[in-house]
């Protein structure tokens, strides 16, 4: 060792710098392939180009695409249970009681979550051009419970402790148990939000739209915001991972430069 006074954490930064470059490579290798594969799904939105495509496709069907518009219900919306004046078209109401309990065999109260109700709602709705609420034209969403993605956002959400009392003193005596909080919370798909939907789109009565899961196996999505946004966070996180990768290959890089050079010098200085 005293030949070649190498730090080991040096060379463990270095291989670790390495190792993650690597992996990053890799992701971003992933990120780049999932992006290649984005932009070559056909855009659409609800208007009558949209009826001209479809009407020349072959059994009126477009197999994978994605159709961008604003929410709009088929009927009477749903109204939040807890903020006046906010409608949706997909509503999630949830909730769910904390409580401790104690561990005899370590002493401690634990925590853990009990009696969590959800209860989903929705009611069928469309898909319409930006600016115009009233229109002939518009695709109709089939089954969005059975679509993937977080499209639902949070209008309502609410914390509530336990009181300490007498009942609850005595429930912790008997039962080795105490309520802690409550909490409860409401998700709406509002109306008039803008939502891209990623699925099949068939035509049907020479007018109506629908945007339904897709026969060939892929996924049938709904995002809670406009295409070009959606892919521009994609295209972050791609951007995200080739950065890392440079950083860390370049610090493992550094790294290494310094182990060859301190041996460089040190096999110069025997020579003199």
């Known amino acids: 060792m005293g030949d070649f006074p190498i730090n080991p954490l040096v060379l ?5 710098s390495f190792a993650f470059s690597g ?5 971003y290798q992933e990120k780049k392939k999932e992006l290649i594969k ?6 659409f939105k609800p208007d009558q180009h949209l009826v001209r495509v479809l009407g020349a496709s072959p059994h009126k069907r477009l197999q994978y695409v994605a159709v961008e518009g604003l929410v709009q219900a088929d009927g009477e919306p749903l109204a939040s249970q ?4 906010c409608f949706g078209v997909i509503q999630k109401i949830a909730v769910e009681e904390h409580w401790k309990y104690w561990n005899s065999l370590t002493n401690t109260w634990n925590s853990r979550t009990k ?3 959800e209860t989903n709602n929705s009611v069928p709705f469309s898909l319409v051009s930006p600016g115009t609420y009233i229109t002939d034209l518009y695709v109709k969403i089939q089954n969005p419970l059975e679509a993937s993605g977080c499209y639902l956002d949070r209008v309502y959400y609410k914390a509530r402790r336990a009181e300490e009392g007498l009942v609850n003193v005595m429930m912790q005596g008997l039962s080795g148990e105490k309520p802690v909080a409550m909490e409860e919370s409401e998700e709406l798909l509002r109306v008039g939000s803008t939502l891209t939907g990623f699925g099949e789109v068939v035509l049907e009565g020479g007018q109506v739209m629908r945007l339904q899961a897709p026969q060939d196996g892929r996924k049938y999505i709904l995002v809670p915001t406009d295409h070009r946004s959606f892919m521009d966070r994609h295209e972050r996180s791609a951007s995200m991972w080739k950065k890392l990768t440079a950083v860390t ?4 890089a550094s790294l290494l430069a310094k182990v060859i050079y301190g041996l460089v010098g040190n096999q ?5």
């Open 115 to 117: 009696n969590r109700k």
């Open 38 to 43: 984005l932009k070559e799904i056909p855009v």
């Open 82 to 85: 807890f903020v006046p004046r």
């Open 249 to 252: 290959g370049i610090t493992g």
């Open 268 to 272: 110069d200085d025997k020579s003199k």
């Open 23 to 27: 992996l990053f490579y890799h992701l």
């Open 12 to 16: 463990i930064g270095a291989g670790s």
